[in-house]
């Protein structure tokens, strides 16, 4: 298995069962975009193979220490990458390189080498983010549940720019070409903030950063869980409807058959009785055209049951689905769900194919149904003229 690969799970799975709720910053998301922009960097500065899978495991590493606590971080998160990269059988000059380049994430510690200027770069691509306010107030909130920091508006907006204009500087050539541009912009926008707050005071401050702190982070991601839920409520509430009118077609046309079999045909080889032959054939037909079209509308598709690795990747299969993977072990179908829960654009993603190959298919069971119905009323009408036609030619 690809070490990196590996390497990946491995955090994820360890942010996951030991990360405290309280680090809204420094998670598995933080340490995805750090991943991210050490990847990109590694390209624009043609790093080779094999510093490249260092620089990535560092990346993947750096901030695992937080799984026990905020202090000495890192040298905890050094401590957890040798372990990871012995049971690799990894030797001490790989796992030495690894390690100087998580000891290179430091505040403070200035890059000696090429790789250490890109993970420091990296570290700190959000600086160059066009949602920088926002995200920072995710660290802010952080800092107030794990070390009791509270800062004001003003105060937050007045350590930031602090931060990005006196503690910090890119080292690597393309981030001081493409990312230092907008880390300016960043800076000349918290100096506006920090006008209106010293103009306007608090009342600034909680109408305007506040809202937009909700409206970036928590109202979006709380509105499209509930509208994710209501609709998959309602898709399965009238995909039990639909099955139930199904089953009172085929209950009722059932029983016209069965009152029909035992009744009407045993009476039809009477001389007498001849002319009720065409309306009861009338009448069964219909009832079995009926019950036909009520199967098809309940009847469920087989679906392949596999998936391949690829496919993850690639995001081409919906795991939100049984028929996608009940034939898969357990072992690759956990790795699957692990992959989907480290992607949100996936995840979201699976959850609207799920809720629009629903939807296909209650169009299709109500498409049928209607047909059913239409069969069912055209055949009773048919029959009752059938049988009063019978009954006035009959000489009756």
Known sequence: MDLIQTAED???TLYKDNLLDTYTY???NHTQKVVLAAKKLAEKEEVEAEELEILLLAAWF????YVKGFSDHEQQGILIAQDFLQNWNKDKEFIGKVTQLIKATEVGHEPQNHLEKIIKDADYAHFASQDYISICQLLREEWKLTQGKVFTDLEWMTE???ILVNCHRYFTDYAKENWQPIKDQNIFLLHKEIQKLKGEGDGFSKSKLNKKKMEKLERPERGIDTMFRTTLNNHTRLSEIADSKANILLSVNAIIISISLSTLIPKLDSPGNMHLIMPTFT????????IIFAIMSTRPKVTSGVFTRKDIED???NLLFF???YKMPLTEYEWAVNELMKDREYLYNSMIKDLYFLGIVLNRKYKLLRITYTIFMLGIICSVFAFVWAFKNSGF
């Not at 750096?62 to 220490?65: A, I, K, L, S």
């Not at 009448?283 to 009926?290: G, K, P």
């Open 10 to 12: 491995f955090v994820f």
């Open 160 to 162: 930031n720019r602090r």
């Open 323 to 325: 028929g996608n993977f």
């Open 26 to 28: 420094h998670n598995f």
């Open 283 to 290: 009448l069964l037909m219909f009832s079995v055209v009926s």
């Open 62 to 65: 750096h901030d695992t220490g």
């Open 315 to 317: 995001k081409k299969v």
